[in-house]
Structures are given as C-alpha cells and as structure tokens.
Nanobody, 121 residues
Framework: QVQLVESGGGLVQPGGSLRLSCAAS????????MGWYRQAPGKERELVAV???????NYADSVKGRFTISRDNSKNTVYLRMNSLKPEDTAVYYC???????????????WGQGTQVTVPS
C-alpha cells in the first residue's frame, strides 16, 4: 500500500511564504510524476505544479514566478515552495503521485489527504 503524507500548510499573511512537503511511502519501485493540485471552496480541483522523474516541471499560469516545485527521488518526496502568497492562493492543496510502480508490479496513481493553505485578504 502506498501512502502520501503532506505537511507544511497553514495561515500566512499576503506576501508571505510557505513550503509544502509530500512524502510517499510504501513498497515503491518508481514514481513517474509528482505534483500539487489545489481546490478552493466552490471550485474544481486544479493543477498547481508538476515535476516528472527527470526534473521537468510545469506550472499553472497563476503561480509562475512565485511557486517552485522540487523533488527528492531518493526520498520519494516532493516540495512546493510558495512565495508572494495572495488571498486567491487560499485552498486545500493536494499532493499527487502519478504512475507509481510498486515492487508488487502494480501501477497506480495516489493522492494525499490535503493540507489547508489560508491567505487572508
């Protein structure tokens, strides 16, 4: 069984910074891509940033230049550094691991439980 555990959310003033972490655990052989999504109240879940096993990244236009995604493959951990936070960044942030291959030869996608980020207006 693969689990994703997120940490680092919280309340931060506009212009502040936060760093989210997500560690994948279990019988993991490899992970194709890891990413962060967010869902604000009344809105659909949206992609924030994604990084593949080779280090290529992709960002939502709304966070480009402010957020940085990184990954430690040896720890199966993905990070999201969020700078210059705005009230519109308020959401539950979810970690995603796509194309997880286990030593049991299964392949699946997994989600974390979510962590709240609040930037008051």
């Amino acid at each position: 069984q693969v689990q994703l555990v997120e940490s680092g959310g919280g309340l931060v003033q506009p212009g502040g910074s936060l760093r989210l972490s997500c560690a994948a655990s279990g019988s993991i052989f490899s992970i194709n891509a890891m990413g962060w999504y967010r869902q604000a109240p009344g809105k659909e879940r949206e992609l924030v940033a994604v990084i593949n096993s080779g280090g290529s990244t992709n960002y939502a236009d709304s966070v480009k230049g402010r957020f940085t995604i990184s990954r430690d493959n040896s720890k199966n951990t993905v990070y999201l550094r969020m700078n210059s936070l705005k009230p519109e960044d308020t959401a539950v942030y979810y970690c995603n691991a796509e194309g997880v291959i286990t030593y049991q030869r299964t392949r699946d996608d997994y989600w974390g439980q979510g962590t709240q980020v609040t930037v008051p207006s």
